[in-house]
Every structure is written in C-alpha cells, then in structure tokens.
C-alpha cells in the first residue's frame, strides 16, 4: 500500500576567512593560534592526540552505524537494519531521525503498530521535523486511527504548509475518509510543490485506482518511476491495474520487478503468485506462495492464495489443511469460511459446505461476497459441471 532522503541541518560556510583565524594580540600583531604551542587550545587548555584520536574514532564508529542502517534500509533488510540501529547508545538512537528510520522499516515490515510508536517518539523527540511524516500518515491510515491522522495532518500544514509531507497526510486523511477526490487534490498539491516526490504520485496513483481511472493511474505511477527507477510501490501499483485488468504477462513482469528491489516483501510475493496462477504456472506460483508465508507468518493472504491454487488443481485434502491452519491466525475471515464451503460442495459433503456457508454470512463479508455465498447455497445440490453451464 515506499524512497528515503536523509535530510538534516545545512551548514554553510559563508566566509571562507574563518577557517584561518587569528588572535590579536595587545601589541597589535596577529598570530595564528598554532603558533600557541603543540598540544594547547585557543584557551590555551592542554588537549591531548590521545583524546582526540579517541573522540575521532568514536564520531567514526557512530557514523558507521549511522550508514550501515541506512544502507540496510535502503535494500530493505529491515530486520538487519534494526539490529544495527540497536548498537547505537542511547542519547543517539533517541533522535528524531534514528527514531523515524525505525518507523520506516516498521513500516516497510507492515508491524503498523510499531511504526505508530517510533513515529510517535520520533514526534517527540523533534515535533518539528518532517522527516518519515509522509509514511506516518500512510501509517495511521493502515491503523485507521482517523482523529490522531487528522490532528497530524494539521500540525504539519500549520508547521510547513510548502512541505508535500503536509500535503500527503492532509491527502491520506481525506483517503481514509473516503473522499477520494479531495485526497487525490491534495496529493496533487504534494507534487506541485516537489516534482521529484516520488511517493506523491505514488499516492495520486493509488486515488486514481480507487476512482477507476486506471489511464490516470498507470500515468502517475510511470512519473514516480521516472524519478526514482527503484521505487517499488509504483511498479506494484501498475502490477495491481494489469491484474485487475486480466493482461497476466503485465502483471507478472510488474510485480517481478518490484520484488527485485523489495525481495522480502510478503504482499508482492502474494500477487505475484497470484498472477502466475492466472498464466497457469500453478508449480511456480505455489514455490512463490511459500516464500510469502514464510517471509510474514502474520499475513493470511499468501496462504489463502495458496488454497485457492490448491482448489485449482483437485488437491482438496491439501487445501483445507492449509484453511485449517488458517483458521487459527484469522478467525474472523469469511473469505476462508466460504472457500471452505466450495470445497466441501466439490467433495459432495452438504451438510459441511451449509455449515461453512452459513459461518461466512455471519462474519458480515462485503456485499459482493454476500451475494456470491448465497448463490453458492442456492445451487448447494447442483454439480459444478451443470453450474457452469448455467
């Protein structure tokens, strides 16, 4: 539903005559302050190389975590990347910036609720930075905690009303209301104000989907990859639009391409399977089915998908063992409950099939599944070869 720029305090150097200072003296000539002595400041206190090839190494060693986190961040080993942020000491790792790293990868490892937290210490620790604010927001609208995106949304607009972050959190606000026109302005206004920000057509991309202009959309996330070639959330986007429009190869050829700069993610391995089991590559999509459950135990998707391709190829037994288990880790998916009951309809166990039926109603699906599970129970009795040509 990501690329980052670290962005700190500029420190110009606007007079060049500073780097040769010098000290005047009360008979009025200047000498240079290394004519003090070897081993003495301009306060003329002793400093020892010892001591300062001591702090140098310790600057040196801060720095090299610094990088190296970032570095893993930026290949998406977010895992690897908190390890190493944890080296830090305490006073460092609790900066705003450090902190919104870490929101970042949370992020990135779709664990919403610790993002929520870093995010909310990195706030903290500088309310006035909007470093991460722009995946903060994407954040609370996974949460859908719509006061706290709100309240963010308007502190940022108040602190910076030029940064496109204010705009992308003002955007996702109206987004999770459901307003996606009034979202789709305001993060059209994040990319007026930064043409190069290339998660703000990312998300103008996203609103045009929700609107079904799929022409708008495959045109704002072919701007963010001109800007950022490595961002994966636009090569995902445009994944997504040629699965929903059935041109598999597209799809296929898209999310591969996004896997191959964010290889540990478990969503795009999930689609990816899922357009390889449109192409009828079921071997293939199953080894990538695999990979997703194992890369995120937590996300129901990958097994599901995994069912379904099961179902495909008359490997029943298979299938509701990976439903079983999927029971455990969400209970409340009517989805499952109903692919159950399709199964048990194929193996001609009515009584099963009614019961799971009857379960996937109660979970309240959307409209559409409703809709789809009553005409399951309506033609219980008719075989699937008969219902087909009905």
């Known amino acids: ?35 003090e002595g070897p081993g003495t400041s301009a306060s003329g206190v002793n400093v020892s190389s010892t001591s300062i090839l001591s702090g140098a190494s310790e600057i040196l060693a801060l720095f090299r975590i610094l990088g190296e986190g970032y570095r893993l961040s930026c290949l998406y080993r977010c895992q690897d990347a908190l390890d190493v942020y944890n080296k830090l000491p305490h006073k460092h790792y609790h900066t705003g910036w450090v902190l919104s790293q870490l929101g970042r990868a949370y992020f990135e490892m779709v664990d919403y609720l610790e993002a929520d937290h870093a995010f909310g210490l990195a706030r903290l620790a500088s309310p ?27 502190v940022l607009v108040s602190t910076d009303r030029l940064a496109p972050q204010s705009w992308c959190a003002m955007g996702n606000c109206y987004s999770l209301q459901k307003d996606h026109e009034t979202a789709l302005k305001n993060f059209q206004r994040a990319v007026q104000l930064n043409p190069r920000f290339a998660y703000g057509h990312t998300l103008c991309g996203h609103e045009y989907v929700a609107l079904e202009d799929f022409e ?16 994966y959330n636009a090569w995902y986007g445009l994944g997504m639009i040629y699965l929903r429009q059935e041109k598999f190869e597209f799809s296929e050829h898209h999310f591969r391409m996004a896997l191959g700069i964010n290889p540990q993610s478990s969503v795009i391995m999930s689609y990816l399977g899922t357009a390889l089991h449109a192409l009828k ?110």
């Open 128 to 154: 006035y930075s909007l470093e991460g604010m722009d995946v903060y927001s994407t954040v609370l609208f996974h949460l859908k905690e719509d006061m706290k995106l709100s309240y963010l949304a308007q």
């Open 281 to 390: 590559k079921n071997e293939e999509a199953l080894e990538v089915m695999e990979l997703a459950i194992v890369a995120d135990k937590k996300n129901p998707l990958p097994m599901y998908q995994k069912a379904n391709i099961l179902v495909s190829t008359e490997s029943f037994d298979a299938a509701l063992e990976v439903l079983e288990e999927l029971k455990e880790h969400a209970p409340r998916e009517s989805s499952v409950y109903a692919l159950m009951g399709r199964i048990y309809k194929r193996r001609n166990m009515y009584d099963k099939a009614m019961l799971h039926f009857g379960v996937a109603l109660d979970l309240k699906p959307s409209a559409t599944d409703v809709a789809t599970i009553k005409a399951a129970i309506e033609k219980l009795h008719v075989p699937d070869e008969m219902e087909d040509e009905l």
């Open 216 to 231: 708008n959309a495959i045109k704002c996330y072919q701007s963010a990859l001109r800007v950022d070639a490595r961002h």
């Open 1 to 35: 539903m990501v690329k980052v720029c670290i962005s700190g305090t500029r420190n110009d150097i606007s007079n060049d005559s500073r780097l040769n200072m010098t000290m005047s003296h009360p008979s009025g000539d200047a000498r240079p302050l290394e004519q």
